[in-house]
């Protein structure tokens, strides 16, 4: 069980904060050569500030043959040039930090490219030596037959044969992305000094891919294993030493591990990492909305009480990747089933464990569930994660090769490739959105800006909302049982206020009564808008149009409090 005090938790910068997910490469193009880069990102940087996130997180910078979107590195300690260089990056972070934004670097631990020079140097050195020992060698493709081929679509088996080596390699992902031993010390070493090289140069957090693969053992999944956790443990120390050594604040350890709540848990610790995503708990927010029902989700909130606990949880809806729902271990097979048969628009568009698609499509271009599922994401404990794109609703890219149909250029104006390039198109990294209903010169950050009631300006009023209120961000969790099988209900508690916030999930209005006889008596107010509701009761009644949403701030009945109220509410319909 995680047990950071709430004390620690709270010196931390990232209890609560928005993350946003971006691919640099396919965000802002700033030298005009058809790909983006830091330059352009660190342009673009006013943007995310004024969004009112936290923190950006950047898919591989590092230099790479790019056959897996830059989880396929050559060289830990660089920047792909398409990109710009360290320089360029020290700048971006200087600027970020000035906006008071954070940066998190994706730290691809578990395999290189095969065109590292590890590997190669591997491949041609004597068996058995510290050289051949940096990656995982067999002379035959049956060890580890329990450890499933993840990327299924691609691959047919976790072992490539190396002519040159004259054996064979494990590789968990693609047949060019062998893995390192990590039973080599030398492995280690030489990845815990890749993070001390970024630490060093001011990154504030890292993401961590892959992260329960590190070590295999026979006769296991290969997943999550006593000496992965011990490795971890060794990262964590070291990166707090190194820290400590540079005077600076600690770097949040956020771990990629696509597993059920009880494995991805352990990775969460006072002595390991800081945060975990709860890909659990994106695959229930999926069905849930799929079926128009929350009962599974309820179960599944309530089950795992430590969503209680601080911020211990990174919360995403969608990611770069598909949408992993898995082969029944991530979360039980009639979650995935919902999913499978709520969205129509999935069926051709399966890839691997999960759904190739970006949100918007999967939800018909509706945005109403848009928002019901980003006003959970918004109010649940943790940490919410922001796609590029979602909050514009934007769309995808059937057709495009592997995952690149959720990778598109962002859409940020009406000129000619939605603003993101000047370059002429064949020259763009991939092609901007033309579909009608997502077309990027309609579907854009400008355009979005200027209609009041755009997704976009709802995306920021929201975000902007939930930072003046403290309990969104730290306070207690509990659920609220209310009368509709459709809404999701809970309290969100801190020293400073109690928020109530209920979430339709289908595509009904619902009429649900509330038990909020602890707080009898008590005012209750819409967040937003600051609109006075009926005084909390034993009969409480909440009526919400369909994927309808409501935040309420129940205030305290001492005038110290309800003056705080006052003020809060005040704010919010300012900042409107
Ligand atoms: C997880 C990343 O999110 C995915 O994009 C990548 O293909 C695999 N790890 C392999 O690095």
């Not at 043959?65 to 360290?86: A, E, M």
């Not at 290189?112 to 591997?122: E, I």
């Not at 976790?158 to 893995?179: E, I, S, T």
């Not at 309420?552 to 319909?573: F, K, M, R």
Request: glycine residues 8%; negative net charge; proline residues 6%.
């Amino acid at each position: 069980m995680p047990t950071n005090s709430a004390a620690e938790l709270a010196s931390h910068w990232w209890e609560g904060s928005v993350i946003y997910e971006l691919i640099p490469r396919c965000f802002a193009d700033g030298n005009g050569d058809g790909i983006g880069d830091l330059d352009g990102l660190k342009q673009r940087l006013d943007y995310l500030h004024w969004l009112g996130v936290d923190a950006v997180w950047m898919t591989p910078i590092c230099d790479s043959p790019l056959r897996d979107g830059g989880y396929d590195i050559t060289d830990y300690k660089s920047v792909h040039p398409d990109l710009g260089d360290l320089q360029a990056l020290d700048t971006l972070i200087r600027h970020a930090h000035e906006l008071g934004l954070k940066v998190l670097f994706d730290l691809v631990l578990n395999h290189t490219s095969d065109m590292h020079l590890w590997f190669q140097r591997a491949r041609w050195a004597e068996r058995g030596s510290p050289e051949r020992n940096f990656y995982v060698w067999r002379d035959d493709d049956k060890s580890y037959s329990e450890a499933p081929v993840l990327f299924r679509h691609f691959e047919d088996s976790n072992w490539q044969w190396d002519p040159v080596a004259g054996q064979y390699y494990l590789h968990r992902f693609l047949r060019h992305q062998p893995d390192l031993n990590y039973d080599n010390p030398q492995v280690q070493e030489a990845m815990l000094d890749v993070l001390d090289f970024w630490i060093d140069r001011g990154i504030d957090g890292f993401r961590l891919d892959a992260i329960p693969f590190l070590f295999e053992r026979e006769g296991t999944r290969c997943e999550g294993l006593p000496e992965t956790h011990a490795f971890l443990r060794r990262l964590r120390s070291r990166a707090k030493e190194r820290c400590e050594q540079l005077g600076r604040e600690e770097v949040l350890l956020l771990a990629e591990a696509i597993q059920p709540v009880h494995e991805a848990m352990p990775y969460v610790a006072d002595d390991e990492l800081h945060s975990a995503f709860n890909f659990a708990l994106t695959a229930h927010l999926f069905a849930a909305v799929a079926h128009g029902e929350v009962s599974a989700l309820q179960t599944f909130l309530s089950e795992f009480r430590q969503l209680n606990a601080g911020c211990r949880w990174a919360l995403p809806l969608r990611n770069h990747d598909e949408l992993w729902l898995g082969d029944g271990h991530l979360v039980p097979e009639e979650i995935v089933d919902r999913v499978r048969e709520g969205f129509p628009n999935a069926e051709g568009h399966w890839l691997n464990w999960g759904i190739n698609r970006r949100l918007s499509p999967l939800l018909n271009g509706d945005p109403r569930p848009n928002k019901a599922l980003h006003a959970l994401l918004y109010s649940l404990p943790g940490m919410p994660c922001i796609y590029y794109g979602d909050e514009l609703g934007m769309g995808d890219y059937p057709g495009l090769r592997d995952r690149d149909a959720n990778r598109t250029p962002m859409a940020w104006t009406s000129e000619r490739n939605g603003g993101f390039s000047k370059a002429p198109d064949p020259l763009l990294v991939l092609p901007p959105i033309t579909r009608p209903g997502y077309n990027c010169q309609m579907m854009n950050v400008a355009v979005q800006k200027s209609l009041q009631g755009s997704l976009l300006n709802w995306h920021r009023h929201t975000l902007l909302s939930r930072r003046l209120l403290p309990a969104l961000r730290h306070g207690d969790f509990q659920l609220l049982e209310n009368s509709h099988p459709g809404v999701i209900s809970y309290i969100r508690q801190s020293e400073e206020m109690t928020i109530l916030v209920a979430v339709n999930l289908s595509g009904n209005p619902a009429s649900t009564r509330l038990d909020l006889s602890a707080w009898q008596g008590q005012q209750v107010r819409e967040v937003l808008g600051g609109c006075p509701f009926p005084v909390a009761s034993e009969h409480w009644f909440a009526y919400l149009s369909a994927y309808d949403y409501c935040w309420w701030l129940i205030g305290d009945v001492e005038p110290e409090s309800s003056s705080n109220s006052d003020a809060i509410a005040d704010s919010l319909a300012v900042s409107c």
